[in-house]
T-cell receptor, first 121, second 112 residues
């Protein structure tokens, strides 16, 4: 399958600082990437859809100014948690959409990064 | 309300036993995806089902999608310790823009 690299895998920061998480598609181009958040023993919650060359689309309830998303190239999307606070501590996972033959007959597959565990002190 | 419900929430089986995990949608879906996750790690893609009545198998794992495209099951035959983990179903709904909605997850433990 396609490889998605996420970095860092683990980060600890002080309250009030900003943290950047990178998501890269290593062997394919991804026009669309997704950012999820996962709380302990819970399912994934979609935060935003990141589109190359345009503004990200955020899900309801997700603060755009808190979680800045940049998708500057076809292989890289970044999520910056600004002015992080302890309640932002979580597991963040990105995914990249792999285009198959395209069209309604061939839905795309999302491949996931390994995730980033953020701890805000 | 949760659009995708998984059952059971957790499962402990003895090595060699068969098991089934279910995923039920409150509405007709476009595509159904099964992923496996080790705690604190990313998701590994297992299978994708799109057509009503479709069935796919990979090694000892078989996934089915019902005709109405609202229910899927994941069946593991002769379970092994390597099958342990969290199984998540994800659905792509019509008009959803390829966004995946995930189920609540099923934690599987395989005892020796």
């Amino acid at each position: 399958g396609a490889v998605v690299s996420q970095h860092p895998s683990w980060v600890i920061c002080k309250s009030g600082t900003s943290v950047k998480i990178e998501c890269r598609s290593l062997d394919f181009q991804a026009t669309t990437m997704f950012w999820y958040r996962q709380f302990p023993k819970q399912s994934l919650m979609l935060m935003a859809t990141s589109n190359e060359g345009s503004k990200a689309t955020y899900e309801q309830g997700v603060e755009k100014d808190k979680f800045l998303i940049n998708h500057a190239s076809l292989t890289l999307s970044t999520l910056t948690v600004t002015s992080a606070h302890p309640e932002d501590s979580s597991f963040y996972i990105c995914s990249a959409r792999v285009l198959l033959a395209g069209g309604q007959e061939n839905p795309d597959i999302q491949y996931f990064g390994a995730g980033t565990r953020l701890s805000v002190l | 309300s949760q659009e995708l419900e998984q059952s059971p929430q957790s499962l402990i089986v003895q090595e060699g036993k068969n098991l089934t995990i279910n995923c039920t949608s409150s509405k007709t879906l476009y595509g159904l995806y099964w992923y496996k996750q080790k705690y604190g790690e990313g998701l590994i893609f297992l299978m994708m089902l799109q057509k009503g009545g479709e069935e796919k198998s990979h090694e000892k794992i078989t996934a089915k999608l019902d005709e109405k495209k609202q229910q899927s099951s994941l069946h593991i035959t002769a379970s092994q310790p390597s099958h342990a983990g969290i199984y998540l179903c994800g659905a792509d709904f019509p008009g959803g823009g390829n966004k995946l909605t995930f189920g609540t997850g099923t934690q599987l433990k395989v005892e020796l």
